[in-house]
C-alpha cells in the first residue's frame, strides 16, 4: 500500500494570502494524484486531478503542482470560502488508491 | 446533472446489519466503477469498496472483507453496500463516489448517509 502524508496538519491563512500545502508519497506515483476539498458538513469535492489539472468549475486560484512523490496544492488568494479540509489521493496503485490524513485551512 | 444520492443509514446494534443504497442519474451509470468511501466522526476518508461495471472487478478493504457486500443494479441504475456483523468501528458517514475511467479518482460524490453502530 502506498503511504500519503499531508502537511501541516493546521494551516491558518489571512484573507488574499496564499496557502501552500503538501503532501508525500511513500513511492513514486508519477503524476497520479487529486486533490480533494471538504468544507464543513459537506461531501468532499474534487478539486484537481492528474497532480494540476484542475476539475469542471473550480476556480483558478487553485492550482496543483508535482510529479513522482512530492505535490503542492496551492491556492493563491484566500478566501474565507475556502476554509475547509483538503485531502490528496494518489491513484497510481488503486488497491487501494490511498488518501492522505487531511489539512485543515481556517481563516487566522 | 450527474447526481448521487445515498440512502438506508440509521442506527444499528453491533452485530446488526444495515443495507446502504446508492441512486446514481445523469449518466450512463453501466459504464463506470463505484465505490463506498468512508468517515469516521472527526477522521479522514477510507475506501470501504469499489465495483467495476460489469461486476467482477471488486476490492474490499481489509477491514470490512467477509462483512461487507457490494452490488449493483445497472438497470436500475443504483450500487449497493450490504453491512453485516457491524461493529463500532463501523459508524461513519458512508459516501457513495463515481470513479473515473481508467483511473482510480472520484470525480462525483454523494451527499453520504450516517451509520451509527451502538448499543
Known amino acids: 500500500e502506498v503511504g500519503v502524508t499531508q502537511s501541516p496538519a493546521t494551516l491558518s491563512v489571512s484573507p488574499g494570502d496564499r496557502a501552500t500545502l503538501s503532501c508525500r508519497a511513500s513511492?513514486?506515483?508519477?503524476?497520479?494524484l487529486a486533490w480533494y476539498q471538504q468544507r464543513p458538513g459537506q461531501a468532499p469535492r474534487l478539486l484537481i486531478y492528474?497532480?494540476?489539472t484542475r476539475a469542471t468549475g473550480i476556480p483558478a486560484r487553485f492550482s496543483g503542482s508535482g510529479f513522482g512523490t512530492e505535490f503542492t496544492l496551492t491556492i493563491s488568494t484566500f478566501q474565507s470560502e475556502d476554509s475547509a479540509v483538503y485531502y490528496c489521493?494518489?491513484?497510481?496503485?488503486?488497491?487501494?488508491?490511498?488518501f492522505g490524513q487531511g489539512t485543515k485551512v481556517e481563516v487566522k | 446533472q450527474v447526481q448521487l444520492v445515498e440512502s438506508g443509514g440509521g442506527l444499528v446494534k453491533p452485530g446488526g446489519s444495515l443495507r446502504l443504497s446508492c441512486a446514481a442519474s445523469?449518466?450512463?451509470?453501466?459504464?463506470?466503477?463505484m465505490a463506498w468511501i468512508r468517515q469516521a466522526p472527526r477522521k479522514g476518508l477510507q475506501w470501504v469498496s469499489y465495483?467495476?461495471?460489469?461486476?467482477?472487478?471488486?476490492y474490499y478493504a481489509d477491514s470490512v472483507k467477509g462483512r461487507f457486500t457490494i452490488s449493483r443494479d445497472n438497470a436500475k441504475n443504483s450500487l449497493f453496500l450490504e453491512m453485516d456483523s457491524l461493529r463500532a468501528e463501523d459508524s461513519a458517514i458512508y459516501y457513495c463516489?463515481?470513479?473515473?475511467?481508467?483511473?482510480?479518482?472520484?470525480?462525483?460524490w454523494g451527499q453520504g448517509t450516517t451509520v451509527t453502530v451502538s448499543s
Open positions: 463516489a463515481k470513479i473515473v475511467q481508467g483511473d482510480y479518482y472520484l470525480d462525483v
Open positions: 445523469g449518466f450512463i451509470f453501466s459504464d463506470y466503477c
Open positions: 465495483v467495476c461495471s460489469s461486476g467482477t472487478t471488486i
Open positions: 513511492q513514486i506515483i508519477n503524476a497520479n
Open positions: 492528474g497532480a494540476s
Open positions: 489521493q494518489q491513484y497510481n496503485n488503486w488497491l487501494p488508491a490511498t
